[in-house]
């Protein structure tokens, strides 16, 4: 099923605060205007850094109609709010700043505003390493059909 903007909008996990987007084959970013620079950065480390992550995401995308929604909310204490986690939830500050669930029109990536570039960058391999888990479970999946 394509992910339409007003069936993101009635999830829990929208925000007001999401003011800026950004979307790119499977990706659908959402951001405050005011985090575009640490969006982009994100974007473009994902984009060249996973080139073989992203081009599978971008074949399932296009089977599946689905997505990828990442979303950057203010900080730790919103998206620990949102996805009902808590900082005993996970084992190290990359794992507490970024979450993953699974939705009926994809798949929704959590994280907070990035603090550092060091925060940024652990984010972004977090990211990818669920993103792969993610692609490699879908496999699996796929395969036991």
């Not at 689905?66 to 979303?71: A, P, R, S, T």
């Not at 084992?91 to 994280?111: F, K, P, T, Y």
């Not at 505003?113 to 990211?127: F, M, W, Y």
Request: glycine share 2%; proline share 3%.
């Amino acid at each position: 099923m394509a992910a339409t903007y007003s069936s993101f909008m009635t999830t829990e996990y929208y925000s007001p605060v999401f003011n800026t987007a950004l979307f790119d084959g499977p990706f659908r970013i959402y951001f405050s205007q005011s985090y575009e620079s640490s969006a982009l950065k994100i974007y473009h480390l994902l984009q060249t850094e996973y080139q073989d992550l992203w081009s599978e995401l971008k074949k399932w995308a296009s089977s599946s109609r689905e997505h990828v929604f990442l979303l950057m909310y203010p900080d730790d204490k919103d998206l620990q709010m949102v996805f009902h986690a808590t900082d005993t939830d996970n084992n190290d500050a990359a794992d507490s700043c970024v979450q993953l669930r699974a939705w009926a029109e994809g798949i929704i990536l959590g994280i907070s505003q990035p603090a550092s570039d060091l925060s940024l960058s652990n984010q972004v391999e977090k990211i990818g390493s669920l993103l792969k888990i993610w692609v490699q479970e879908q496999k699996s999946h796929e395969a036991t059909l």
